[in-house]
């Protein structure tokens, strides 16, 4: 599907309105996003100016805006492929071809789930703390710079996989989504930009995990034994790395408590520095 | 700038960047690194302002990359009023991410309570759409919850951050030694938290020596964050060419 289409048709879908659609989705993905749909009202808001342009009658128009307001929810970036296919769907549609509400529905809600799932592990759990991680230092210096390149780098490059997306979804249909999802490719993407992950979060440990311990035994003979410098000749930084684990540890077995974390690095840090381990 | 327009600058601030208006521009806006530019050109401060952006975003990293959009704690309030208060007292950076962290926890109840309201506006929604009104969709999707959202976050970070200056600056001069050093060593422990996460959205298990090795490349290599970004991209795409010759084998 959407090769074909009839070239001489007065209501035909202009690249710029597909666009026009992704900019919408792409503004306001988050910002009515709603515990009882979540973003169907934006999906539907991102539709309305193909729809306007397809459905002349109101009562055409008002069925196709209802058929986008039911649940629907995926991640913003790689989500717009959905989009893309959406808007072919529903021209073909608008052109008397026998295309369902259900179908439509059908590849919405099908599609949202896996491609949620590459968009988090992609867009949000690599490229965004990469971004930060790399600009961190100039941060940590006191240069303006740490927060202005992410600032302007990651936008930039989520819209710019948004708007290939979001076209080639539209162009070629359905099938853009099969090799997608089973070319491997995907998978080949999450792995390297795990892999560039998670050494840089080794990385930025080493620099930002600081702790120390100050304990000093002093012996009546004279000689002291500094506790930090024997476990620096075992292994720099094993103080550091343990600390990550153990919480890496807890987050595995009881899931994400993050503020019961917090309260216990809270309070750990109070009796350490009470009884001077720390 | 005096802190009564800080106070209103940052009040706008968190009600804009958690507006989320731009779906990835506004989730970089409420990081506080980012946060920290603005708070820095506004008290002319840049050099702390950044040095307590970068510190609070450590303990933030990985937080935002949480599947579902469900935050489990608020950078964006944690930094609106962590970033300019701690810059106004002269916190340490440390000091000042032990400030931030029980805002952080509040936004969190702040986010539910607008994705709640939000709720209105889908309903709205459904009428527009009975009457075929594409314009009544789009402010339903847009202008309401950004009404909406004005109203629930610009009087928590207002008020917090115009008499919290003065009170931080006595709260400060009080603070004694040992609680000083419970801090410091907070400040080290917390970054370690952020990484956590960052660990258990990112990877799989099997790949943890990659986090090993990049950690140690920096202890025993000495080598600084870019050079390790160089070639964390190179290591990443050359085992990728391997991995796929496996699997086509």
Known sequence: ?278 | MSVLGISIFMGVYYWFSRLRLGYTFSSMLLQPVTMSVFVGLITGNMELSMKIGAGLQLVYLGVTSTPGGNVPSDPALAGCIAIPIGVLANMSPEVAIALAIPFGVIGVFVDQLRRTTNAIWIHMADNYAEKADTKGILRAAFLYPAIAGFIIRFPIVFIIDYFGVSAAQKIIDIIPQWLMHSFEIMGGILPALGFAITLTVIGKKKLIPFYIIGFFAVLYLELNTMAVAIFAICIALLLGLFKMKEEVV
């Not at chain 1, 959406?86 to 599609?111: N, P, R």
């Open chain 1, 1 to 278: 599907m959407g090769n074909n289409k009839i070239e001489n048709s007065t209501n035909k879908i202009t690249k710029k309105d597909v666009t026009k659609s992704m900019w919408i989705y792409y503004a306001g993905a988050e910002l009515s996003n709603s515990y009882e749909r979540l973003q169907s009202l934006v999906f539907c808001a991102s539709m309305t100016p193909i729809l306007k342009k397809l459905y002349k009658t109101d009562e055409e128009l008002s069925a196709a805006l209802k058929r986008h307001l039911v649940f629907f929810n995926t991640e913003g970036i790689i989500g717009a492929v959905i989009q893309g296919i959406t808007i072919s769907m529903e021209e073909q549609k608008a052109k008397g071809e026998d295309i369902t509400d259900d179908a439509i529905t059908g590849i919405k809600t099908g599609l949202m789930g896996p491609l949620a799932g590459i968009g988090d592990a992609i867009i949000w759990a690599a490229l965004m703390p990469i971004l930060i991680s790399i600009f961190l230092p100039f941060a940590s210096n006191g240069s303006a710079m740490g927060g202005i390149m992410p600032l302007i780098l990651y936008p930039l490059i989520t819209i710019l996989i948004s708007y290939y997306l979001i076209h080639n979804g539209y162009t070629l249909g359905k099938k853009s989504v099969v090799s997608m999802l089973h070319g491997g490719k995907m998978k080949q993407i999450i792995f390297t930009a795990n892999v560039i992950g998670l050494i840089m979060m080794g990385a930025l440990s080493a620099s930002y995990v600081t702790i120390s311990t100050p304990l000093v035994f002093q012996f009546t003979s004279g000689t002291q034994i500094v506790i930090q410098d024997i476990l620096d000749s075992v292994v720099i930084g094993i103080l550091p790395l343990t600390a990550v684990f153990v919480i890496y540890t807890y987050l595995k077995k009881k899931g994400p408590n993050y503020n019961r974390i917090l309260l216990s690095v809270v309070v750990f840090s109070i009796i350490c520095s009470l009884l001077g381990i720390l």
